[in-house]
């Protein structure tokens, strides 16, 4: 199983980013995929997750009516669409399927 984020960056509050992920070694359109997001001194924790068929979605408070997930099947993609970002969306995210981990994407949020 593989999985690579990118997509990450330096951005204004205020802005936008969208975060992709593509994975491999895995019947991707079974699986729930999931974002999470990591700071310095903080547990890794849930952002978004989206259904198999890409009919479902859910998301923590923090992130709710700002950030969408996604999936393209085909092209075997996930995708994380970041609007409204603030400083605390600074982190580094990273992409899961089970105990299977990307390498993560980094998105700061500062002016």
């Known amino acids: 199983v593989q999985l690579v984020e990118s997509g990450g960056g330096l951005v204004q509050p205020g802005g936008s980013l969208k975060l992709s992920c593509v994975g491999s070694?895995?019947?991707?359109?079974?699986?729930?995929l999931k974002w999470y997001r990591q700071t310095p001194g903080k547990e890794r924790e849930v952002v978004a997750l989206?259904?198999?068929?890409?009919?479902?979605?859910w998301y923590a408070e923090a992130v709710k009516g700002r950030f969408t997930v996604a999936r393209d099947n085909d092209k075997k993609t996930n995708y994380l669409q970041m609007s409204n970002l603030n400083p605390g969306d600074t982190a580094i995210y990273y992409c899961?399927?089970?105990?299977?981990w990307g390498q993560g994407t980094r998105v700061t949020v500062s002016s």
């Open positions: 070694g895995f019947t991707f359109n079974k699986y729930v």
């Open positions: 989206v259904s198999s068929d890409g009919e479902s979605a």
């Open positions: 899961n399927i089970f105990h299977f």
